[in-house]
């Protein structure tokens, strides 16, 4: 298994402002969501925390036991560009580096193929920990085999935690520290650093189990819950018949339960690169009707606008608004399969588009709008990957193409979901989910191809209506209706009643029936609908 | 003159003469109708799926970043009434991995096959015009496919055919009638039907078949060979299916 770093900077939004006031640093201060009485907090400084001040906030109520607490607002730009940088940093050491986009100031780092670099997987932890406080930042670094265990290892920094990590595997009273790190380790901020190191996939189980659930919970009711039946740590969930944990527990804890079992990980992904959006504006002499003569005007603007292109940046997204000879103006947005800077795969989109939409005006002026990123250099990938070419380049750019030609909408994959409503079950995804991130699903309904022991027997397909119709019950043939089915769910919100038949219509006399109808009568709603036919 | 060894492959008439594999179907334009065309369909999509699996493992795809690399079945319809996936999963067929593309018209849904063909990277392209349900909506449009696709004539049709040559992948018509796609260049026509199992001669078929007991009704689906300018005319293929549960 490759071995994965985690960089917690805790209470990233607090350190990004002492960072920039550092006068700051040693008093109680708060940072909240905006300017107002009302503004929740999202972070707290340790002398803070010691007052009473915890996530989530009111300010006013704050200011009632804490009335000479500093109060500060950091904005959405500030905390990305300190993200970027931290980033930036961190490439330097590993080329994949992901973040929680939950949670900022959280990376992982693959560190897998660098125990030749580094003697130990302290020394990589340490000087990870030295990266970041390099920036002006302080993190906890846990170096272990997967994303949750390593959180959990920066979030709760018990006195057995470190004893392991310095190599010595006494267990002292672990369930009572780790839950008493949690209470205040949503984590104040001390501006300490620490690293956490596990030397087996068995050892950060082992640890991970005597770790308090709290910091992992995103709702604080599924942690009262939780609480109130004694179960703290992540080894006293993992003890729970899993059967019964999304039912009585709810969904979030069931994710936690698989998460801690192994099966599944902490959501992570690349930090969104940073992009600049250059315009290109072109008054035209004489108004321009039809896409060809379009096309050569924008391509020459195009080529313009990829000419002053910086070094490694490619255009990712294209906006084009033609002005119309008599008022009004026609929009555009085309996006490429993969970031590119070639003039005439971006071209092709546009005659795709431009062709599909036959304009009924001619155009005087043309703004070209470009969504500019730099493009992401991984070195290790030169040499296991090869870039698609000829054909398979061909086949990865035909949904950009389609979706050029025919709407941004006409293109879609299925996803299978775990509901009830047969019109639930599945959903439209514009992208294919990548074949690593797709988790084991226990649900018969919605699992990948059982081949092997159903091959012999075929079930009958069904379709369906994306969103069920409303049934003209004049025109329903004659025939036989075999149900009532009866489907009852949502009964905590907006419930649904639903008794479902399948009517055969009278064959015309031949051998075979002819398709048969699946519909439903809806309860609630005192309606006849049809969901599809068989 | 030069040319490809792979250029001068021929679609090939397997001796079991099931008329609805990739081996036949490949470089050619089927047409498919009738009731259980889709019960039918899934073992050639299955089929598909694991040539796919096979080839992009030999060529080291799945190195790619992990993606599911490329698309080889593109679904394109004119229509809202989609296949029911779960029963498409049930029956072996990996639902995430087809690209369902949605055009208002069958003019529209030729001219994204063409594109797909063109791109070299599809090996299965289904053409789903059947939309039996919309009859009996109170809110359906009348968009009276079967005319508008009548405008795909020939031309429109030996392009497609040209290129499902030039790429070796196959072209799946879905229609509610046999002969909607008119026209001499479909090289297959094949009708789908389905009946209530109840002979002695299905319940034995049936038990062969290992069918789950827990399942709804038992059905016998007849995939019958209407057209065909290789194989036996109508020649038909029997199997037992399984109906979905609540279905006697």
Not at chain 2, 120 to 146: K, M, S, W, Y
Not at chain 2, 156 to 183: F, K, M, P, Q, Y
Request: net charge neutral; aromatic share 6%; with cysteine.
């Amino acid at each position: 298994v490759a071995r994965t770093a985690c960089c917690n900077i805790i209470e990233f939004p607090v350190q990004v402002l002492t960072r920039h006031m550092p006068h700051l640093r040693d008093s109680a201060c708060i940072v909240l969501a905006h300017e107002a009485l009302q503004a929740p907090v999202i972070g707290y400084s340790a002398k803070a925390f010691e007052l009473g001040v915890r996530h989530g906030m009111r300010y006013s109520a704050v200011l009632e036991f804490a009335p000479h607490v500093q109060a500060a607002t950091v904005s959405q730009a500030e905390l990305a560009q300190a993200q970027h940088q931290v980033q930036a940093a961190l490439q330097s050491l590993s080329d994949e580096v992901l973040h929680n986009r939950d949670e900022p100031g959280v990376f992982w780092v693959n560190a897998g193929g660098l125990n030749l670099l580094y003697a130990t997987a302290r020394a990589f932890a340490e000087q990870l920990g030295g990266e970041i406080s390099r920036l002006g930042f302080q993190a906890r670094v846990g170096v272990g085999f997967t994303r949750f265990g390593t959180y959990l290892a920066t979030v709760n920094v018990t006195e057995s935690l470190q004893e392991d990590a310095n190599g010595s595997h006494g267990h002292s009273g672990s369930r009572g520290h780790s839950a008493h790190a949690a209470e205040g380790a949503g984590g104040a901020f001390t501006g300490e650093s620490s690293a956490t190191v596990f030397h087996s996939i068995e050892h950060e189980r082992r640890e991970v189990s005597r770790c308090a659930l709290q910091p992992v919970l995103r709702s604080e009711r599924a942690g009262k819950r939780l609480r109130r039946l004694g179960i703290v740590t992540v080894g006293e969930l993992l003890r729970l018949p899993r059967s019964e944990i999304r039912s009585t527990l709810g969904e979030e804890v069931e994710e936690l339960y698989l998460t801690a079992l192994g099966e599944r990980d902490l959501p992570a992904a690349p930090l969104e690169e940073a992009h600049r959006t250059p315009v290109a504006r072109r008054s035209l002499d004489q108004a321009l009707a039809g896409s060809e003569p379009l096309l050569r005007v924008i391509q020459e603007m195009l080529n313009m606008e990829l000419r002053r292109l910086r070094r490694g940046e490619q255009v990712a997204r294209m906006r084009l608004t033609l002005e119309l000879e008599r008022g009004g103006e026609h929009r555009e947005e085309l996006r490429a399969a993969y970031p590119t800077g070639r003039c005439e795969l971006l071209v092709r989109l546009l005659r795709l588009r431009l062709e599909a939409r036959r304009l009924e005006l001619p155009v005087v002026s043309i703004v070209l709008e470009l969504d500019v990123r730099r493009a992401r250099a991984r070195q290790s990938m030169l040499f296991f990957e090869i870039e698609p070419q000829g054909d398979e380049q061909h086949d990865e750019s035909l949904p950009a193409d389609l979706r050029a030609r025919f709407g941004d909408d006409a293109v879609g994959y299925l996803e299978p979901c775990e509901r009830q409503l047969p019109e639930q079950r599945v959903r439209f995804v514009e992208q294919a989910k990548p074949l690593a991130s797709r988790v084991t699903q226990q649900d018969e309904s919605v699992q990948e191809p059982q081949s092997a022991q159903q091959d012999e027997s075929v079930q009958v397909v069904r379709r369906a209506f994306v969103v069920p119709q409303r049934l003209n019950r004049r025109l329903l043939p004659p025939g036989t209706l075999s149900g009532p089915y009866a489907l009852s769910c949502n009964w905590w919100g907006n419930s649904e009643r639903r008794l479902y038949y399948y009517l055969v219509p009278e064959s015309s006399g031949g051998e075979f029936s002819p398709t048969a109808v699946w519909l439903y009568y809806d309860l609630e709603r005192a309606c006849w609908m049809v969901q599809g036919t068989v | 003159m030069l040319c490809r060894a792979r250029d001068l492959q021929k679609p090939v008439q397997p001796s079991s003469g099931y008329p609805l594999t990739f081996a036949v179907s490949r470089g050619c334009i089927t047409e498919l109708s009738g009731p259980a065309a889709l019960d039918v369909l899934c073992r050639l999509l299955r089929e598909v799926q694991q040539r796919s699996a096979q080839r992009s493992s030999a060529h080291g795809s799945a190195r790619r970043g992990g993606a599911s690399g490329a698309v080889r079945v593109v679904w394109i319809m004119t229509h809202q009434s989609l296949p029911f996936a779960p029963d498409l999963a049930a029956n072996g067929v990996a639902v995430r991995d087809i690209a369902f593309v949605f055009t208002p018209h069958p003019v529209a849904a030729a001219q994204a096959a063409e594109q797909c063909l063109r791109s070299n990277g599809v090996d299965l392209v289904i053409l789903d015009f059947a939309e039996p349900a919309a009859g009996l909506c109170a809110t359906a449009e009348h968009t009276q496919p079967r005319e508008r696709m009548r405008e795909i004539d020939n031309a429109v049709l030996g392009r497609l055919l040209r290129l499902c040559r030039r790429s070796h992948a196959a072209l799946l018509a879905i229609t509610e009638r046999s002969g909607d796609l008119a026209g001499s260049l479909v090289f297959t026509r094949l009708v789908a039907e389905r009946r209530r199992s109840s002979s002695a001669a299905d319940a034995t078929a049936d038990a062969n078949a290992g069918a789950n007991a827990g399942a709804g009704g038992r059905f016998v689906s007849s995939l019958k060979l209407v057209k065909t300018k290789t194989g036996r005319q109508n020649a038909a293929y029997r199997e037992v299916l399984r109906g979905p549960y609540g279905m006697l």
